[in-house]
């Protein structure tokens, strides 16, 4: 299906991502198969393949020019 693996690693850590979990269940159990199978490809397309943005680095971060004061 999808690899969320590391999801599945923070669910079992963290009460608030359990807690978000429950509540997207809830809402897709609402939704027919070919809803929530859109859902989860959706979601894999956009956070799990490279069509994600890159998270930003330290050295990403460092390399955004500043904009000089305007005097």
């Known amino acids: 299906?999808?690899?969320?693996?590391?999801?599945?690693?923070?669910?079992?850590?963290?009460?608030?991502?359990?807690?978000?979990?429950?509540?997207?269940?809830?809402?897709?159990?609402?939704?027919?198969?070919?809803?929530?199978?859109?859902f989860w490809r959706a979601v894999d397309l956009y956070y799990v393949s490279r069509k994600a943005p890159p998270e930003p680095t330290p050295s990403m971060i460092g390399a955004v020019p500043q904009m000089a004061a305007a005097v």
């Open 1 to 38: 299906m999808l690899h969320l693996a590391g999801l599945l690693d923070e669910l079992e850590r963290s009460e608030p991502a359990r807690a978000a979990m429950a509540i997207l269940e809830s809402a897709l159990a609402r939704r027919s198969v070919e809803e929530q199978t859109a």
